[in-house]
């Protein structure tokens, strides 16, 4: 097949960006892809167990980061093993329903993870902020709710950004990027109907940046109710408490800018490469290392969940804060 195709409607099969064209670097991508990817399920299924044999972590904090580990699992699966097989076979070409699939759930994963972020920020409002409150508020039901509604928001924004994406005609399969991507599908359109999905991205943007500033006003409360504890010790648990989250927060953020900040190319550098890896991919797989550095709940769970010898002074310690 061409890698240019002209004057059709209908497209069976897409290209899409190769790392390298030399089959000995193909195959080291497919070893460091390898890597990344069974980083980022084995991180995330840890986390997954661990919150769900230890009762200790059946809190709303919790919950919503067990979510979180399923969606960092889903949005890791559908990129990562299609590159792995690029590189190792040697062929770059997806399906037309392949294409589709993967947008829908990258999409669907991706919004699901943004929303989860939300409710999480609020989450650390409540708890800090109105801390008396909190099991009136954050209670079993209101938790189920919040995440039915979340995965209910991101299945309908995930159809109705793939029905407007594929609902144009395409005039080359040759997409600029290593996986089925939305901006690059639409630079593939030959017809008018793509100014609706643009439409729809820019409102995604503006909807986007609203979440985030109500995220950075929800910490600024925080942390001006963190200030307003008179125990120093009070403060550094508080302020520990949400530190993870801050920092998933601004990987979510800088790896998002760092990507479609940059003026659109009918071509991709390495460096772009580079910045789509780390939006895709990355955060997956820190994810689950912030939270268990960061939270030493999680992280005595995760020590009884491989069963290793840890001191058990040390294990007091984590108890006793």
């Known amino acids: 097949m061409k890698d240019n195709i002209s004057n059709l409607t209908f497209i069976s099969t897409f290209l899409l960006l190769e790392f390298s064209n030399v089959r000995e670097l193909q195959i080291v991508y497919f070893f460091v892809f390898l890597a990344l990817y069974l980083m980022a399920i084995t991180g995330n299924l840890l986390i997954i167990i661990a919150v769900t044999l230890d009762h200790h972590l059946h809190t709303p904090m919790f919950f919503f980061l067990l979510n979180l580990a399923m969606m960092d699992i889903g949005t890791i699966s559908v990129i990562v093993p299609k590159s792995m097989a690029m590189s190792l076979t040697n062929n770059r070409s997806i399906s037309f329903s392949g294409c589709v699939a993967q947008v829908f759930f990258y999409i669907f994963c991706l919004a699901s993870d943004f929303f989860l972020l939300i409710i999480m920020a609020h989450d650390r409002y409540v708890a800090i902020c109105k801390p008396l409150q909190y099991e009136r508020i954050m209670h079993k039901g209101a938790c189920l709710q919040m995440v039915v509604i979340m995965w209910i928001t991101s299945l309908s924004y995930a159809i109705l950004h793939t029905g407007g994406t594929f609902a144009n005609a395409f005039c080359s399969n040759v997409v600029n990027q290593f996986f089925c991507e939305i901006p690059q599908l639409l630079k593939l359109s030959c017809s008018k109907t793509y100014l609706v999905e643009l439409g729809l991205l820019v409102l995604s943007c503006i ?5 985030f500033i109500f ?4 910490y600024f409360q925080i942390f001006a109710a963190v200030f307003r504890i008179p125990s120093v010790h009070g403060q550094k648990k508080a302020i520990s408490t949400c530190l993870p989250h801050l920092v998933i927060v601004s990987v979510f953020v800088f790896s998002g800018v760092c990507t479609y900040a940059n003026p659109p190319s009918n071509t991709s550098s390495g460096l772009d490469l580079v910045f789509s890896v780390m939006y895709a991919i990355i ?8 939270y268990s550095m960061r939270n030493k709940q999680l992280k005595t769970a995760l020590w009884k969940l491989l069963d290793l010898k840890f001191p058990s002074k040390i294990i007091c310690k984590h108890l006793q804060n």
Do not use: A, D
Request: proline fraction near 12%.
């Open 207 to 211: 909807m986007t940046l609203g979440c």
């Open 215 to 218: 995220i950075i006003i929800t």
């Open 283 to 290: 955060p997956s797989i820190l994810n689950p290392l912030i």
